[in-house]
């Protein structure tokens, strides 16, 4: 399988290989995760783009064990962290990866908060417990880092609850929590999703500029494509639970070649150059997850869908350098001119 | 095709706080604050702005869904503004809403026939044969397969959800329809399915339009002319082509920059984005003087003493900025214009300065 290096020689610092989640429900299993394999490497922003239901987040919260499980089981895979799979560490080790090596940014920053603690705890509490500072150095650490996202008179608002922020400073002190202890990856699930376009824009700016400093690797969860294309050095795909397309991003938004990926890119009206007269649409509705994929999981909804396709589940292929796309279509393997051709 | 159908006049809605042992009365969240809009038939006006600006407040007064403080609103010739709400029941099969959350406005122990013929049993004679036939025919209209009608709610999608709630606002023939968001719990892709068929539903059947939304992109595809709201109030409208591509109010140009643009090419280029510094003030304690002027990038003094007056700069373009005002352009002087006399009183409320432009430290205190 692909891994998504582009012959680089920087060392991985997040390697996936071929995850497998299952949920047991009482109305069967539901296959949220289908062999997903993917790599990030240190200082790179990896953009995850799909609609809802497509296990988008579900990869990202079974790589540190935050399924609930049962109904959820990781049913196969290794998860490299800097080598060390995560999958087989102890919940001991787990405990010290959260929040430690790993940072993550939850959509909804009202209920990832605890109402009843302050915000200035909120941020100390890791830093205490992965660091192992005193109470006072993880005072500076926490006003150091609520300098850092931007919010104003830092020491004077930890002694603040939750509630007296506003969506934007919130998520603010949720990208704090995330950065205290320098985590190596930082994955953010969502998190300029509940928050308006003004507000998203500061976020992007404060997520832009800690990169720079910081240096970590960031995954970043969207179905925002604007987003994606305004931030990520790389995008994957995903669609019914795998991974559908993997390119860097100027390829992916210019010369997608996953069907899915090119009618996901046509959907999206934007607020310059031509309108177009009606909206592309996908017909169709997301598959439901019932069984291990047997065939592709766009198949229903796919215009250049053939026999095969109902068949095989397409495997990731290379297509062009550090470009994959799972599609048995020729035009996934020779550009856009003759796919638009034969469209 | 020219009438106004609707017609908004300083419409107010303010809603009464109450504090203290008494609960006395001790101010008032200005949601809506002196709009004033007309929607042509056959048209869609857009209504677009942040979380809290009062854009769903806005439409649900201008179906009298509350008591409204102030203003009128004329619908199809009928002044609606003053009415009783049983008075108003014959005026509802005209004008119909359809909500935003497709799971909460669905009651989840009826089943779609029942929802779908609920307004027909309520404003109609119709017999339960006659009523199940237009039901049949309105989930044909909204591209629902015919054979769910005794299904319920949770068995349905996000997408076809929001086809039932179309489907139940179509149901009386109405000729305005307010879309509050109608979109925004949807994925993209079934966004785009829910648009067109509010487009095909309109070329059909002449409907009117107010759509309420904060994603200025799909307003753009949908909408004929469009309004921003900040803070209670419209700050500019224009037809949507002169407001895309020339946005006259520095909020608009704020709002239309923050729109991440789904290109990398474009997205790298957009070196000029105008980031706003903090966030909208509360609608309970507006700042004194123009609403934006605690995150404008262009503030003026003037702005902190004088709400701009909405006026027209261009014909069919109206903006409320002292920028575009003659009377007030870069200049230090005005006349007392009568305009929220009650917030001068109050100093202006500013957080960090705004990046760029001449800002002047002269509070209004």
């Known amino acids: ?343 | 095709m020219t009438r106004p159908l609707v017609e908004v006049r300083d419409l107010k809605m303010h809603f009464p706080i109450y504090s203290g042992l008494l609960r006395r009365q001790v101010g008032a969240v200005k949601a809506v604050d002196g709009v004033s809009f007309d929607i042509l038939e056959g048209e869609t006006l857009g209504l677009v702005g942040e979380s809290g600006c009062g854009k769903s407040t806005c439409g649900r007064a201008v179906l009298r869904l509350y008591d409204i403080t102030g203003g009128e609103i004329v619908i199809d010739g009928r002044a609606i503004g003053s009415d009783p709400q049983d008075r108003l029941r014959d005026m509802r099969p005209t004008m119909q809403m359809v909500f935003q959350d497709p799971q909460a406005s669905l009651n989840p122990r009826m089943t779609v026939g029942a929802i779908i013929g609920e307004p027909l049993s309520e404003h109609t004679r119709m017999s339960r044969s006659e009523r199940r036939e237009r039901v049949e025919e309105l989930m044909d209209q909204v591209g629902l397969n015919r054979a769910f009608v005794n299904r319920y709610p949770h068995e349905f999608s996000g997408g076809q959800r929001q086809r039932i709630g179309i489907a139940r606002a179509l149901a009386l023939n109405p000729k305005f329809i307010v879309c509050d968001e109608p979109i925004a719990a949807l994925d993209v892709s079934i966004q785009a399915q829910v648009v067109n068929l509010l487009e095909e539903l309109q070329d059909r059947l002449g409907l009117t339009y107010l759509f309420i939304s904060h994603d200025l992109s799909m307003v753009r595809h949908i909408a004929d002319r469009v309004a921003v709201m900040y803070l209670g109030k419209v700050v500019e409208l224009a037809p949507r082509d002169a407001l895309y591509s020339e946005p006259l109010h520095p909020y608009t140009q704020a709002l239309l920059s923050a729109v991440p643009e789904p290109d990398p090419m474009l997205a790298g280029q957009k070196k000029d984005r105008i980031v706003l510094q903090g966030d909208v003030p509360s609608p309970a304690n507006p700042p004194a003087g123009c609403n934006f002027c605690t995150r404008c990038p262009k503030v003026m003094e003037v702005c902190h003493r004088i709400d701009p007056a909405f006026l027209e700069i261009a014909p069919g373009h109206w903006s409320a900025c002292h920028l575009h005002d003659p009377a007030h352009r870069g200049t230090v002087e005005a006349g007392p214009e009568g305009t929220d006399n009650e917030n001068a009183g109050r100093p202006a409320r500013r957080e960090a300065p705004a990046n760029g432009a001449s800002i002047q430290q002269g509070d209004a205190t």
């Open chain 1, 1 to 343: 399988m692909p891994q998504g290096d582009t012959g680089s020689e920087a060392q991985n610092v997040l390697d996936v290989r071929d995850l497998h989640t299952v949920f047991r429900t009482r109305s069967g299993e539901v296959h949220a995760v289908n062999s997903v394999n993917f790599s990030v490497k240190p200082g790179e922003l990896l953009g995850v783009v799909g609609e809802s239901g497509s296990g988008k987040s579900v990869t990202m919260m079974s790589l540190i064990g935050l399924l609930p499980s049962p109904p959820a089981e990781v049913r196969s895979g290794e998860v490299l962290l800097d080598g060390e799979d995560l999958l087989k560490a102890s919940p001991a080790r787990l405990r010290d990866v959260r929040g430690g090596e790993i940072g993550f940014i939850f959509q909804d920053p009202m209920t990832s908060l605890n109402p009843v603690f302050d915000v200035g705890f909120q941020i100390m509490e890791p830093i205490r417990r992965h660091m192992g500072l005193n109470k006072r150095q993880a005072r500076d650490r926490a006003i150091e880092l609520l300098d850092l996202v931007g919010i104003p008179g830092a020491a004077g608002r930890l002694g603040d609850y939750p509630h007296q922020f506003s969506g934007g400073m919130r998520q603010r002190v949720m990208i704090a929590i995330a950065l205290a202890c320098d985590p190596k990856v930082l994955i953010a699930d969502e998190p300029t999703t509940a928050l308006d376009v003004t507000i998203q824009a500061q976020i992007l700016e404060i997520i832009e500029d800690l990169r720079q400093k910081l240096g970590m690797a960031i995954v970043w969860i969207t179905h925002d494509l604007g987003v994606v294309a305004g931030i990520a050095d790389r995008v994957l795909v995903m669609y019914g639970g795998q991974i559908v397309e993997q390119a860097p991003v100027h390829p992916l938004f210019n010369d997608p070649r996953h069907p899915y990926t090119r009618a996901l890119l046509k959907t999206v009206p934007s607020v310059s150059g031509a309108r177009a007269a009606k909206l592309q649409v996908i017909a169709g509705q997301p598959p439901i997850l019932g069984a291990a994929p047997s065939a592709c999981p766009f198949r229903d909804r796919c215009p250049l869908v053939f026999d095969r396709c109902h068949q095989q589940n397409p495997p990731r292929e290379i297509v062009a350098p550090g470009h994959d796309a799972a599609c048995f279509h020729p035009s996934a393997r020779t550009g856009r001119e003759v796919a638009e051709a034969s469209a």
